[in-house]
């Protein structure tokens, strides 16, 4: 998906897209808590979240209720909270500047596509909605239900990409997950802070953390 006109080569960046180019972490929380109040559990807050949260999200749920949840209550939690989450989805705007780093990059020629767990479904209408689907030549959410992480969905992503050397590959998110799903494939990764995971969290992966997407592409033209 998307248009380019001639492409340079030089680093491609895959963008993460809920907590990274979509500014949704507080509709993640509201989410979240309406779902917990749901199930009987006690509201988290922003700091705890960004402490806990992991990827596959069922780890996230043992290290909140002390126990990996059964099949039954992931299915029942995951659906409670993708209620809650998709009606204030249409309300998150983009973060701060990636309109226009989107439309800046693809004007100077570099290519970049984008890479979700969010349900392909419901991603890619979204995407469109907020105008910037064509800035990417490829989009790419999750097909089916599967909680499992980023990596094997990067090397889908990659294949598809055709032709995009992983040594050329920079992705740009907000979750340790998305510097595992780079590093399973042999791309870099710069991790923002604005989004699911705490900073001190994202030090540890071991890659760059920024605090801007300004600063991320930044950085990510420089990784070698």
Same mark, same amino acid.
């Given at each position: 998906?998307?248009?380019?006109?001639?492409?340079?080569?030089?680093?491609?960046?895959?963008?993460?897209?809920?907590?990274?180019?979509?500014?949704?972490?507080? *509709?993640?929380?509201? #989410?979240?808590n309406a779902a917990f109040a749901e199930l009987g559990l006690a509201p988290i807050t922003?700091?705890? /979240?960004?402490?806990? /949260?992991?990827? +596959?999200?069922?780890?996230? /749920?043992?290290?909140?209720?002390?126990?990996?949840?059964?099949?039954?209550?992931?299915?029942?939690?995951?659906?409670?909270?993708?209620?809650?989450?998709?009606?204030? #989805?249409?309300?998150?705007?983009?973060?701060?500047? #990636?309109?226009?780093?989107?439309?800046?990059?693809?004007?100077?020629?570099?290519?970049?596509?984008?890479?979700?767990?969010?349900?392909?479904?419901? !991603?890619?209408?979204?995407?469109?909605?907020?105008?910037?689907?064509?800035?990417?030549?490829?989009?790419?959410?999750?097909?089916?239900?599967?909680?499992?992480?980023?990596?094997?969905?990067?090397?889908?992503? !990659?294949?598809?990409?055709?032709?995009?050397?992983?040594?050329?590959?920079?992705?740009?998110?907000?979750? *340790?997950?998305?510097?595992?799903?780079?590093?399973?494939?042999?791309?870099? #990764?710069?991790l923002y802070t604005g989004g699911s995971h705490s900073r001190s969290s994202l030090e540890?992966?071991?890659? +760059?953390?920024?605090?801007?997407?300004?600063?991320?592409?930044?950085?990510?033209?420089?990784?070698?």
């Amino acid at each position: 998906m998307g248009k380019h006109g001639t492409k340079r080569r030089g680093k491609h960046l895959v963008w993460d897209w809920n907590g990274t180019l979509l500014d949704d972490i507080q *509709a993640v929380i509201d #989410a979240t808590n309406a779902a917990f109040a749901e199930l009987g559990l006690a509201p988290i807050t922003l700091a705890r /979240y960004r402490d806990l /949260y992991t990827v +596959p999200v069922p780890k996230f /749920y043992e290290r909140l209720m002390g126990r990996l949840p059964t099949e039954a209550e992931w299915a029942l939690m995951d659906g409670i909270f993708h209620r809650h989450y998709w009606q204030r #989805a249409d309300g998150c705007g983009l973060t701060a500047g #990636a309109a226009e780093l989107l439309a800046a990059r693809q004007a100077s020629g570099f290519t970049q596509s984008l890479l979700s767990l969010a349900p392909h479904a419901e !991603l890619v209408p979204l995407v469109r909605r907020h105008g910037i689907e064509e800035r990417f030549v490829r989009v790419d959410g999750r097909i089916g239900t599967s909680t499992a992480g980023k990596a094997g969905h990067m090397v889908r992503h !990659l294949a598809a990409l055709q032709g995009v050397e992983p040594e050329r590959i920079v992705v740009i998110g907000d979750a *340790a997950d998305d510097a595992l799903a780079a590093a399973h494939v042999g791309a870099r #990764a710069v991790l923002y802070t604005g989004g699911s995971h705490s900073r001190s969290s994202l030090e540890a992966v071991g890659v +760059p953390v920024v605090d801007s997407l300004t600063e991320a592409v930044a950085v990510a033209e420089e990784l070698v």
